[in-house]
């Protein structure tokens, strides 16, 4: 049999459950993953390596009407990604059935060259029987496709998403060492973890207008211990006091839960220097967020 190797992208509407497929498709976690839709602003890449095959998946952010400069740039994140696929993962909330954007993106997607594979996710939510107006309502925008009903959250049915995706490849060597699980930088897995954090530690629009720049990344393997600093970038200065909040609990909360993650991610202990900063309009400066890799 011969080996296959190319990329998949895995797109879709906000809250759908993408970066959490991502996670069980890699089989590790590369994706930060909240209840908030719009957690995802970049592309994010992990592997999964196969005896038959290798799979490099591109998460992406949420299709959505993008009206702010830095939703625009995640839209533009996210299509682009297509025109790089071999594969497309087309995730749909089985719960919320196929709406009409669903419809106009799948319909979008079968003009692609690339392979489209519709995910319904979150199948550990639905009765089987609920599912039959999804399926059919897919298989007239993707005539020929498979459609393949899961759940990222218990691991249902992703060795089939696996099997259809690999299948679909086309015949190569591997493009990455056997042992990488992500492109991404260990700097920007610092970021997204404490991002994470952000977001599901402070409520309303204030993680929105958050962003992470870490700014000493520092391995002391002498001492087993990795040293981190990082700045949280607010919009606004009444943000900056909800991040911290009452004494400075929050920020201390989102420290704590954001260094045992990156511990288990990292295998080391983790000292991490948590900074709060006010850049009103950071969001609407182009340049501002080409610094911030958005």
Known sequence: MPHRAGFAAIVGRPNVGKSTLLNALVGTKVAIVTPKPQTTRNRIAGIRTLPEAQIAFLDTPGMHEARSLLNRRMVDVARQTLGEADVVLLVLDATAGVSPADRELATQLGALRATTIAVLNKLDRVRPPALL?????LGECLPGRDVIPASARTGKHVDLILA?????LPTGPQLYPEDEYTTETERFLVQEMIREQ?????EEEVPYGTAVEVE????KPERNLLFLRATIVVDRPTHKGIVIGTDGRRLREIGRRARLGLERLFGVRVF???FVRVETGWARNPRRLRELGL
């Open 272 to 274: 991490l220097e948590l």
């Open 198 to 202: 952000l977001f599901l530690q402070t």
């Open 133 to 137: 107006p999804a399926m059919a309502a």
């Open 216 to 219: 000493e990344f520092a391995e």
């Open 164 to 168: 259809a995706v690999a299948a679909a």
